[in-house]
């Protein structure tokens, strides 16, 4: 991610964020950092600036428009300017945003800066420093010099020439993990249990010693750093672990920021791209999708409210997001009002068949029915909101027997589904007629008049065939037919009379057809 303009600016942290009022200079106004006003301190000219008005109401805001804009600044960041004229901003050629009433304005700042601040992470996956750390300790201490996460897998090694390795180094290396034995295993327990650094003695013959400290932030361990002592340590080695460990744990945590903060504005982006509101263009690039894709919707199928559904949802969450991670990478997945959405890549014929493993998967860590939704595939993620309304209405016409299922073998009840709103929607189409006639003779005399009409229908009117679906002789479905005509005023041989009490004994009624 690379914010340099407003625009950016705006689909990194933008919708219920930061929210655009006005930008009389357009959207490629550029960006270079974001500033906490100050009203006892002359405000500095910093072209491009984003100022973040602290202490400045809506309505008392032109003097402070008029100096960002003499300064030179892009834009000027109020709280509860939404519903602001931006009569003065106009005037002056400066951009308002605005964020909530309640809105901390440290955590404003550190948001709109982390994104402004934001660079694409270099290929050790946002840890580029840690290398240099890595030197800079192997430097100092006299050794070969790794950096590793709790999980024992390597995030940086030094590069420094001359200095002696050993195969378990060569290895690790190779695999960026260090190799699992029983020895190891006793090592880390001696090193995570100690105060500062630890000696420790070679695993096997031709091995090197080391000297190893773990990196911890505020009682939380974040991993570790290991030198290699193979008889040239320098005298202050352990020192300089101690400082390059409280290093280290910086980089680690600022990294971790870094991804989380990645992380929060993907999932926004993702979450308005999926709304028909972000820019398709910009979201395409950022989520790193060209070309065609398509929607897949996960639910949890259970009866959990309140914290447990929350916590249900989270979970298959984290299912999803694994999944599509192994299976594309680097991937597009969003938690919204209890469904979690992820947006595939296309063409994919194996998208039936991912969602399929994702729903045994999440069914079984969560143990909970889990029921998943493919919408349409479209060309390209400016169409993604529309194959998310069509996974929705999937969702929303359940088959028990079938926990996936695409729009298109949907079909038929997503369409009776449309329908039945659209015609409760219009009291020309849901207003007493036939059908009202039909359930309500039925509710008052016991007979069972409405679902005998269905089968006729569904039958092809075809009186054998209507009787085979109720289960009685074709006289008494011959019966039931003559009294729906004389006694509730139905013309059954008017084919469109037909057709419309079809409809609405199928679609307002919600009358199902009975199986042959």
């Not at 942290?13 to 009022?21: D, E, K, M, P």
């Not at 984003?50 to 003499?70: F, Y």
């Not at 008494?476 to 006694?487: A, D, G, I, N, S």
Request: glycine share 8%.
């Amino acid at each position: 991610m690379d914010v340099r303009t407003l625009g950016d600016l705006l689909d990194a942290v933008g919708g219920a964020s930061v929210r655009l009022v006005t930008a009389p200079a357009g959207l490629t106004a550029p960006i270079t950092e974001a500033l906490l006003y100050d009203a006892h301190a002359p405000l500095p000219r910093v072209p491009g600036a984003l100022l973040l008005a602290v202490g400045v109401r809506p309505d008392d805001a032109g003097p402070v428009l008029a100096a960002a804009a003499e300064a030179e600044m892009t834009g000027v960041v109020l709280r509860g300017a939404d519903g602001h004229a931006p009569d003065d901003a106009h005037a002056h050629g400066v951009a308002l945003l605005s964020v909530d009433e309640d809105a901390a304005w440290h955590h404003v700042h550190l948001l709109l800066a982390s994104a402004i601040g934001a660079r694409p992470a270099p290929s050790a996956g946002g840890l580029g420093d840690l290398f240099a750390l890595a030197d800079a300790i192997a430097a100092a201490a006299g050794g070969a010099t790794a950096v590793e996460d709790p999980r024992q897998r390597i995030l940086a090694y030094s590069t420094v020439p001359g200095q002696p390795v050993d195969e378990d180094r060569r290895q690790g290396i190779l695999g960026l993990q260090v190799p699992v034995s029983a020895e190891n295993t006793e090592q880390y327990r001696r090193l995570f249990a100690a105060d500062g650094p630890v000696r420790l003695p070679a695993l096997r013959e031709g091995g090197l010693p080391r000297l190893a400290v773990a990196v911890r932030a505020g009682g939380e361990t974040l991993g570790s750093v290991w030198v290699i002592d193979a008889g040239t340590l320098a005298p202050d080695a352990e020192d300089t672990l101690v400082q390059g460990a409280s290093t280290a744990a910086l980089l680690l945590l600022r990294a971790r920021a870094a991804r989380e903060l990645a992380r929060h504005l993907g999932d926004d982006l993702l979450r308005r791209l999926l709304e028909g509101t972000a820019d398709a263009a910009t979201a395409a690039q950022r989520l790193g999708l060209d070309g065609a894709v398509r929607v897949a919707a996960f639910v949890p199928d259970a009866t959990a409210s309140g914290p447990d559904a929350e916590r249900t949802a989270l979970r298959l969450l984290d299912v999803v997001r694994l999944q599509c991670e192994a299976r594309y990478g680097r991937h597009a997945c969003v938690l919204v009002d209890g469904v979690v959405y992820a947006l595939l890549p296309a063409p994919g014929a194996r998208h039936r068949a991912l969602a399929e493993d994702i729903v045994a998967r999440a069914g079984r860590a969560l143990r909970v029915p889990v029921r998943a939704a493919l919408g349409g595939t479209v060309p390209d993620v400016a169409g993604a909101a529309e194959s998310r309304a069509d996974a929705d209405l999937v969702l929303r016409v359940p088959d028990p027997d079938v926990p996936v299922a695409t729009i298109d073998e949907a079909r038929p009840r997503v369409v009776l589904l449309r329908l039945r709103e659209l015609m409760a929607e219009h009291r020309e189409l849901s207003a007493d007629g036939a059908w009202r006639r039909v359930l309500s003779y039925d509710a008052e005399h016991g007979t069972d008049h409405a679902r005998t009409l269905v089968c006729w229908f569904d039958a092809g009117c075809d009186m054998a065939g209507a009787a085979k679906r109720l289960a009685v002789h074709p006289n008494t479905c011959r019966y039931r037919l003559r009294q729906v005509q004389r006694q509730l005023g139905v013309d059954l041989d008017d084919p469109d009379e037909r057709l419309v009490l079809w409809l609405q004994l199928r679609t307002l009624a919600g009358l199902r057809p009975a199986t042959a």
